[in-house]
């Protein structure tokens, strides 16, 4: 780290700390201006376990039955920002009872007491703009039965955290830390009163945030879906908050909203769920959904590349591809070397999947998690098409570095089915060969022929490939065409391991081949899903060979051997909340 930098990373830790204690001096709001109606969705079941006092925060599980929220040491920082940020709220309020509501009084107020005067690790500002979204949106439930003291407190703190915000909102990073921070604002200045005039300046910032940081594919320069989905839903619930007061959205806040839907539409597969790509998950059941019926709008899915992904989809089958560079710079922070993997669903189950965020589970399985092998595509020697590395000195936060340059890719209509064709220069400074990806699937849904080839494109790509191919004693260059499966995956060899059979909890049974140029092998893997307690084993189908010439071809199979039994109906859905 530079010297300018950690002066400005001191400076902006110094002036949070300076305004949240400049906080305690202003006035409390009396009342809201206008009823507030709560939008965020929660999880029953894990609201259940909070009132049984299990906490449940950024992968670590204290059990506090007898103690208050703030009592509890934090594991680590991200224990704590996830309870200062109280979306544990949403939780509590899908309860709705008595047990859950005085559960949820005591932590506000008792962060109030604790915290409200400006100390702790709350005072940051996109921490503080999803506290009050939470605070507003479940008021009604906070405040039913509390005394005369309590609701005045309340109205005081909100009032005092909104006025840090307006100071500091343009300290919280670009991407969704600010819009959390602006949402959080505009939400406070609509509904508290006393302090309208906070809402103007936010409104305004929050439309050039959109303009910045949402591109045309209506996406985001981290390129994470669920990240999308999160700053998509903070914009519908300001649109909303706005129509409810009779304002108007501004123009650039609704056309963000118009172009990222298509773009979420894309990004989901056919159960539901978003594609598990460079740090995001799947998103908590229903939630897309609800969301993209908030907006309104009806376009279905982009056109092209949607935030650097392909979808193909037919009938029951949904098919998304990372076909894009990884994100560039600050925003490659939870960037994965994930070019060319694929995940695939059939009806409500996933299939072929990536290993997914390890962010929960500790340094050693974020990093792992980052890497190509962790994806469904091809990995060349060992090697990730891209590296981690540190960002600055003593930091643990790391960057992911070289990679692709070029990712030509093309999806077209042929004659039996939808065709996508994908390459990457990842490994052409270090091997000289470009893996190239072809992916066919049929109308009905029911196949996939793949095709993984690895090419010397011109003089210099051999010249670099006989260098290696002399550094490995004439031996060729390891590959392996990994396909991971979901954990809920039964899969077997089968014909003397020249094939995998796959049964899904549906009934359908999948079959893959290929053309018997490579070593088929059904290996360990894991599946890293937030909300769990440890990474849950899988397996993985892996093709390894070895690239011998300036090009070498791979082709495989996926093709589902009967359809889900008609008179079942896949309604069973395996709850992620608290589970090892």
Avoid at 137 to 159: I, M, T
């Amino acid at each position: 780290m530079t010297t300018p930098d950690i002066i400005v990373g001191r400076k902006t830790r110094w002036l949070n700390s300076y305004y949240a204690r400049r906080a305690r001096r202003q006035p409390g709001a009396k009342g809201f201006v206008s009823q507030p109606e709560p939008r965020t969705i929660g999880s029953f079941a894990r609201g259940r376990q909070l009132v049984a006092g299990n906490l449940l925060f950024a992968g670590y599980l204290v059990e506090s039955q007898d103690t208050g929220l703030w009592e509890v040491t934090a594991p680590d920082a991200a224990f704590d920002a996830e309870r200062h940020g109280f979306a544990w709220l949403d939780d509590l309020a899908a309860v709705g009872d008595l047990g859950a509501r005085e559960k949820a009084q005591k932590w506000v107020w008792g962060w109030i007491e604790q915290h409200g005067r400006g100390k702790g690790g709350g005072w940051l500002p996109d921490l503080t703009g999803r506290r009050i979204i939470r605070w507003i949106n479940h008021a009604v439930f906070l405040l039913r039965g509390c005394e005369a003291e309590h609701s005045e407190a309340f109205f005081k703190s909100l009032s005092q955290q909104a006025w840090f915000l307006s100071k500091r909102w343009n300290a919280a990073s670009p991407g969704l830390p600010r819009f959390e921070a602006l949402t959080g604002l505009i939400y406070a200045g609509l509904a508290l009163e006393g302090r309208e005039e906070l809402a103007d300046p936010a409104v305004r910032a929050l439309s050039q945030e959109c303009e910045q940081q949402i591109d045309q594919q209506g996406g985001l320069p981290t390129r994470n879906p669920e990240e999308l989905l999160d700053v998509f839903m903070l914009l519908t619930w300001a649109s909303a908050a706005l129509h409810e007061v009779g304002r108007g959205v501004p123009p650039a806040q609704t056309e963000a909203i118009e172009r990222i839907a298509p773009t979420l539409r894309t990004l989901r597969h056919s159960d539901g769920g978003l594609a598990r790509f460079h740090g995001g998950g799947r998103g908590m059941e229903g939630r897309l959904d609800h969301a993209l019926a908030a907006s309104h709008v009806i376009k279905t899915h982009a056109d092209g590349l949607a935030m650097g992904y392909a979808r193909l989809g037919a009938r029951r089958t949904s098919i998304v591809v990372d076909a894009a560079l990884p994100p560039q710079g600050l925003n490659a922070r939870n960037a994965h070397a994930s070019t060319l993997a694929f995940e695939l669903t059939s009806g409500r189950r996933p299939l072929i999947v990536n290993c997914g965020s390890g962010e929960t589970f500790g340094l050693d399985w974020r990093r792992a998690g980052r890497a190509t092998p962790s994806h469904s595509t091809l990995c060349l020697a060992g090697h990730s098409l891209a590296r981690l590395a540190p960002m600055d000195r003593g930091s643990l936060i790391e960057t992911l570095v070289g990679g692709p340059k070029d990712v030509p890719f093309e999806k077209a209509e042929i004659s039996d089915g939808y065709r996508f064709q994908g390459a990457h220069d990842g490994y052409v400074p270090e091997f000289g060969l470009t893996h190239a990806r072809t992916l066919e699937l049929s109308f009905d849904g029911r196949g996939l022929a793949g095709e993984d080839m690895l090419l010397a494109m011109d003089a210099g790509s051999k010249r670099s490939f006989d260098k290696a191919m002399d550094d490995n004693a004439l031996q060729g260059i390891a590959f392996d065409i990994r396909l991971h499966l979901h954990p809920e995956v039964d899969a077997t060899l089968d014909l003397g391991g020249a094939a995998v059979s796959m049964a899904l909890k549906s009934g359908e049974i999948w079959v893959f081949r290929h053309d018997g140029i490579s070593s088929l092998s059904l290996q360990p893997s894991v599946y890293l899903e937030k909300g769990r307690l440890k990474p849950r084993a899988a397996q993985q189908i892996v093709l390894s060979g070895r690239a011998m010439d300036y090009a070498t071809r791979v082709r495989w199979t996926l093709s589902k051997a009967q359809e889900t039994a008609i008179a079942v109906r896949d309604l069973n859905r395996d709850g992620l909340a608290f589970k090892d």
